[in-house]
């Protein structure tokens, strides 16, 4: 595989004014929506030859929303907050204009009846997608390997992983191929990216954005999150597409007070290190990284405290049964009789349902399936899956016990950079990608991956920063002030 | 009933019972779609949830939820304030998830019980296990000959209560009132439209025997029963059956059996062996309901009185006891506030009267009516005018019972009531002669007829009396009052 060196003809670090700008372009006309959407399919049609981040643009409907939308501001009709701002969606997300695939052979061609809440809340606002982003199938990965529609190269070198599940997401932004891009995140799969592709990426808490419309990995983490170049982007897309959903009857209340309306003071803050994010096998470029930005948190009139977590070394093994558990309900419906992929001449309904789920499905989709089965199946059920729950309340009870004390917890995203393309094959050595992320998808709690430093090589190094169940504005303005201090 | 009379050949029967009751709601368990599939072309009331499509998400219906709380009562117990969700995992094409939500571990309702009226009038306690909420599979039909089935999903997701009895129950008769008792009190709670027909209870019997009353032999269930005739006829089937099995020293098989109504009798359709494991797991899309004390309270008082509450208000009002149970299943299958005007009538008269109003002609009017699609909504108010008016005209000895009977089928299916009832049954010719002179005139009009039945009169024949007012009322086209027809002819003959 060619080697590709960090180069900045990938990286398009400012190809997009922030996210309010380019709707105030839009809206006054300076910049068109239909310039906007141009220019993003531009960048796409050069970049993703190389870095794969796309499965398809939605370019017809795109070009359409775009030039209806800049007759509307011609007629001096409101667009919207976000009108004439072209974004990119996790092809897991059922949207009009592309197929939705999930990146697995088993739905593609799929062409949704209806579209997620959380692309429906962006639309109403003018904001345009204009591509679906690839993913590892089913956001089952943390590489972007494991797509049936090809592997995403990281931007900053083709030679690494763009990370995962959100790998598409995230290499888009790094990218420039639009200024935002959504993603979901049920153990780490919109931080990990983010970290490794240089982006911000945020995972909500549990709850707070709509998941009607998503393909279901595992419901009770998946999360549906924002990566892109700031903070401030960040947050007024999640401004938009937050709040209650009576279409998801896990959403709750939004934040009453606007996403983008957050304090950067951090005088008096507490700050919780997690001893336990950082254990032996954690790269030492990666500690000492984010060790700096940890100081720099004190230089800011933050109060550092260590903190330590001890049910954290079980939530990879918690995770491990619960989500394959969901994975393998959730799973089910993808049976060959319905919609996509159905065996050919099958001999009977039984062969019909074998063959369809074994040729339709790739490995890791069948490797999650058959362990979720297990744990859910009489007998194993209390040895595994009950146990799974206690130590799932348990690191709950934990993690809110120390934020009676701190107001936001900080660590690294992931154990290393990005690796190269093919060097995690065995599904363990993946599955430890998610050792760092996992945590807050079982306790529902909001957490950020920030772009803030580099390898020697040039690799992007993310740094998370962690805040209780619906501080996710508050979350914004301690990650905001550490962006400012690191930049 | 002690024990031994439940023996068949020295065995012991004991029946429990599971219903799936069709909840009253205008939408599926899960989601915005209709609940109604009368008469729907298939697949039409189907949306992503129903369907099944990626990215659907179930929402629960408050509805559904509030028509099991209305049921806890019903069974009486009180709702659960904890209750949640799991799903059932097995594949089949009209099941579009791969899983039926459903409520394992934690139930809506938990125990309860209802009493049920024996064969000689006795009441017997039937203990419940548990209730739970759970959504509705999609049909399947296999055509004859086809190599295919076809799928209709428009039932999937209708919400459904699963209503558990414990074995208690050891005869055919048993099993047959526990479920017309439970099919009455679904309706009194309004849980349930209950429409048998439409499939809105359909029951599942779990029989075995025992020469030992202590232990339960091996249990069969018969499935999908949906009649009270067919839970009799089944129980009474795998009784004989089991025990003709055990007789030639064969053991009874524990496995799944349907109803063939065609050759009365069960057949095997699923064996234990085939049972699936169902890997339940609490469905993590939807939170657990939670109801308040104010709530479970609120639900309470809007539940009304149960069928035993209304047996015994009606035995003290005097009403026979068939009467009762007709006129309890009258206010099931024909008009909910139909026995309001036998407690609002009056008078003991009255009282029968309405009742036998109700049992004897609007309960078969309005059968008949909507049987021809041309059913008749009586409102209480027009029934009480109605049946108040009609009372008065018979208390003043003006109306015939005949005539009562016309008068009421008139009235009961007109839009408008006549302003004056006496005027109109007069119109009608329903008014009886009160007048003597015009009865006395007929009256010797008929002597004069009738020699022979003078004579049998004055040698003491009763009989004849009979005879000749029959005679009377037949000439006054029913308008002779009979009581004073009989009266002037003692008079005249004496």
Known sequence: MPTAKPTDDNLVSRAWPC????????????????????????????????????????????????????????????????????????????AFGADTTAASNMLAGFDAPYQATVIERLEAEGAICVAKANLDAFAHGASTENSDFGVTKNPHDTSTVAGGSSGGSAASVAAGMAPFALGTDTGGSIRQPASFCGVVGYKPTYGLNSRFGVVAMASSTDTIGVLAQSIDDVAIVNDVISGVDPSDGTTINRDTVTYTDYSTSLKGKKIGVIKEYFPKELDPVVAQDVSRHIDKLTELGAEITEVTLPSVAAALATYYIIVPAEVSSNLARHDGQRFQFSAETPSSL????????????????????????????????????????????????????????????????APNPAFKIGENEDPVSMYLQDILTVSVNLTGMPAVSLPLGTTPDGLPIGTQLMAQRNDDRALFGAAQALMEASA | MADDTYLVDGYLPTIGIECHVQLRTATKLFGVMSNDARGAEPNTLVDQVCFGLPGALPVLNEEAVRRAAQAAFALNTTPQPFSKFDRKHYFYPDLPKGYQISQFEEPIILGGSIDIVQEDGTTKTVNITRAHLEEDAGKSTHPAGGDYSLVDLNRAGTPLLEIVSEPEMHSAHEAKAFAHELWLRMKFADVSDVDLYQGNMRFDVNVSVSKNPEELGTRSETKNLNSFKSVEKAVNYEIARQIQLLEQGEAIVQETRGWVDDKQKTVSQRSKEDAHDYRYFPDPDIPPIVLSEEY???????????????????????????????????????DEQILDCIVAAGSDARVKT?????????????????????????????????????????????????????????????????????????????IQMSDSSAIESIVQEVLDANPQAVTDVQNGEQKAIGFLVGQVMKVSKGTANPALAKEIITKLIA
């Open chain 1, 19 to 94: 996210v309010t700008d380019i709707a105030a372009e839009a809206a006054s006309g300076t910049v068109t929506a239909t310039e906007n959407v141009k220019k993003a399919l531009q960048i796409i049609a050069d970049k993703n030859p190389d870095i794969q981040a796309i499965i398809t643009t939605t370019e017809e409907r795109a070009l359409q929303r775009a030039l209806a939308i800049d007759a509307a501001i011609k007629n001096g009709e409101s667009a919207g907050r976000l009108a004439g701002v072209p974004f990119i969606a996790k092809d897991n997300m059922l």
């Open chain 1, 350 to 413: 039984q062969d019909s349902y074998v063959r369809s789920r074994s040729e339709g499905f790739g490995a890791e989709a069948k490797r999650r399936i058959m362990m979720g089965a297990h744990v859910l199946s009489s007998g194993y059920y209390d040895a595994y899956y009950n146990k799974a729950l206690l130590v799932r309340t348990k690191l709950i009870q934990e993690f809110d016990a120390v934020l009676q004390d701190v107001d936001f917890l900080i660590g690294p995203v």
């Open chain 2, 296 to 334: 479970i309270a609120d639900v309470a008082s809007s539940v009304p009185d149960m069928p035993d509450v209304w047996r015994g208000r009606l035995g003290a009002l005097g009403v026979e006891r068939a009467t009762i149970e007709t006129l309890l299943e009258a206010r099931v299958d024909v």
């Open chain 2, 354 to 430: 309405y009742a036998n109003w109700i049992v004897n002609i609007e309960v078969p009017l309005r059968k008949e009516r909507a049987q021809q699609s041309k059913a008749i909504d009586v409102t209480p108010e027009r029934r009480t005018s109605v049946y108040d008016g009609v009372a008065l005209l018979i208390e003043a000895d003006k109306l015939s019972s005949n005539n009562a009977k016309s008068l009421i089928v008139e009235l009961l299916s007109t839009d408008t009531l006549p302003a004056d009832f006496e005027a109109h049954a007069q119109s009608k010719g329903y």
